[in-house]
Nanobody, 115 residues
Framework: QVQLVESGGGLIQTGGSLRLSCVAS????????MGWYRQAPGKQRELVAV???????NYADSVKGRFTISRDNAKNTVYLQMNSLKPEDTAVYYC?????????WGQGTQVTVSS
């Protein structure tokens, strides 16, 4: 069972920046996928940014050019740098990891962007 612990959420004004972190309880070198999803009130959970097993990244169109996903394998950590935040980015952000045919979610961290 892999544990994922997110941090870095909070309340920020429009145009501001936040960096989310997700620490996994074991190595992330051999993942199938790892990244971030988000869920706004009344909406379905959606992909934000993710690494695949080859190290390539995929971003939601709504965050391209503003968000950057990165990883530090030595720290078992994936980051999400969020710049130029907008009120529509307000959501609970969840870390996601797929490994050895299983998938795991973190508990979520709230990001609120005020207008």
């Amino acid at each position: 069972q892999v544990q994922l612990v997110e941090s870095g959420g909070g309340l920020i004004q429009t145009g501001g920046s936040l960096r989310l972190s997700c620490v996994a309880s074991e190595s992330i070198v051999d993942i199938d996928a790892m990244g971030w999803y988000r869920q706004a009130p009344g909406k379905q959970r959606e992909l934000v940014a993710v690494f695949n097993r080859f190290g390539s990244t995929n971003y939601a169109d709504s965050v391209k050019g503003r968000f950057t996903i990165s990883r530090d394998n030595a720290k078992n950590t994936v980051y999400l740098q969020m710049n130029s935040l907008k009120p529509e980015d307000t959501a609970v952000y969840y870390c996601y990891l797929a490994k050895r045919l299983s998938y795991y979610w973190g508990q979520g961290t709230q990001v609120t962007v005020s207008s």
